[in-house]
């Protein structure tokens, strides 16, 4: 495939993707700014939190098999049969054994905060349901029809809208019960509308564990390297919670929400794009860097001019969400900063990936989860939300210093073979 078509083919499987979060932004932003004003800073911090905490074990529900679908089946289609029977099996029996330790875990930590509704929608919505929706999103991904998966990841958020919309307008108690049921709600119905597609569409496959025992490793060092990403990107969330107030949480959970969505239009690029990071692999490292020097430019474009965007509406966030959210401008200009790390991160993580080294990056990550738990610890109890700010930012830049350690010693090394 010459280099022209592969650059016109990517450009129009991102600009899918694109145009596709974009739709999803615009409606998570409305989606965002009903819930922040319905919820107000303290009951917005505890669902926040909450999903933050659950989030980190997410990722063991499925033990990377996910990711190992889009693997197996971009070297061989004929797979996909055997890696999607295997992937919602293993998806629906380890997300039965991560529910409980979840709903213990939780429960002795938070014991005296905990709403028991809360919990349990959220449990089931992100252990469960969003679980099946994102295996459904990279079945589609694997055989590069990115139509479809862009199709799946709009429907979570269009139900969510039309879910907050109906809590805003006709429910009377703003209660966050209510509204965590309604989550739930929506998260069903977004994953029996997934698998629907993939049946009609793909194929169904058995449900077996197949070749899982083969990959087994592979896939748990995805789902800890996963789960580190969303302990340095969610857990601060809980810690404000535990060790400040809710109100604090909520401040700094929206500024975290308005930063990710911006991040959205360079992540459409990574997604369209993960499946050819394993293709180019197929020349190692090498070739996974050859890769992503094809798209940095438009990378780094991007973030500089999103970080610009941040600063530039950092002052209108306590207009839009409310008077609660008057901190989070602050916040949100500290955590602009993110954006150009994660930006890179996500191109030397990926290209490792790409190239057999995910236990490399697994190990990287795990590190940045360390180091931001061990930093929040320090730095909430002195400056609150704004450390957490800080603590993100000295993360990222962590990850990234430690990935390009790893790129040059393996780039370095396969030179030499």
């Not at 929506?186 to 564990?209: A, C, E, K, Y």
């Not at 360390?370 to 929040?376: A, E, P, T, Y």
């Amino acid at each position: 495939m010459n280099s022209g078509f592969l650059k016109s083919r990517l450009a129009g499987e991102s600009s899918w993707m694109f145009l596709s979060l974009l739709f999803r932004v615009c409606i998570q932003m409305v989606y965002f700014i009903f819930l922040a004003r319905s919820l107000g800073s303290s009951q917005y911090g505890a669902f926040a939190s909450t999903i933050a905490f659950v989030s980190v074990f997410a990722p063991f529900a499925g033990i990377g098999t996910g990711n190992l679908l889009v693997k197996n089946v971009a070297a061989d289609p004929n797979s996909f049969s055997r890696s999607w029977g295997s992937a919602l099996l293993i998806t629906l029996i380890s997300a039965i054994c991560i529910s409980i330790i979840v709903f213990i875990a939780f429960a002795t930590l938070f014991s005296d905060q905990v709403s028991w509704i809360l919990l349990s929608c959220i449990i089931l919505s992100e252990l469960f349901f969003s679980r099946l929706i994102d295996i459904s999103s990279q079945a589609f991904q694997a055989f590069k029809i990115i139509k479809t998966s862009a199709l799946i990841q709009i429907i979570p958020s269009l139900l969510r809208f039309l879910a907050i919309l109906f809590f805003f307008l006709v429910t009377d108690n703003k209660n966050i019960d209510i509204w965590s049921i309604l989550f739930l709600v929506s998260t069903i119905m977004s994953s029996m509308v997934s698998l629907w597609l993939v049946r009609s569409t793909l194929g169904w496959g058995n449900l077996q564990i197949g070749g899982f025992a083969r990959d087994y490793k592979e896939g748990l060092a995805f789902s800890i390297s996963l789960s580190s990403q969303n302990i340095y990107n969610d857990i601060d969330k809980t810690m404000l919670s535990k060790m400040s107030n809710y109100e604090s949480a909520g401040v700094y959970s929206a500024a975290y929400r308005v930063m990710d969505v911006a991040f959205t239009p360079i992540k459409s690029i990574f997604f369209a794009s993960y499946a050819r990071f394993f293709e180019s692999g197929s020349k190692g490292i090498t070739g996974t860097i050859d890769f992503a020097k094809k798209i940095s430019p438009i990378i780094l474009a991007l973030s500089g001019a999103i970080i610009l965007l941040l600063n530039t509406i950092s002052p209108l966030v306590p207009s839009i969400f409310g008077d609660d959210f008057s901190e989070s401008a602050l916040i949100l200009r500290i955590l602009s900063l993110v954006i150009f790390f994660r930006s890179i991160n996500y191109l030397l993580a990926d290209s490792l990936t790409g190239a057999g080294y995910q236990k490399q990056r697994s190990v990287v990550q795990f590190v940045g989860c360390i180091v931001n738990i061990g930093l929040n610890l320090v730095l909430i109890p002195y400056s609150g939300a704004k450390g957490a700010a800080f603590a993100s930012v000295v993360t990222e830049t962590t990850i990234f210093l430690l990935l390009l350690y790893i790129m040059i010693r393996k780039a370095r090394f396969e030179r030499q073979k």
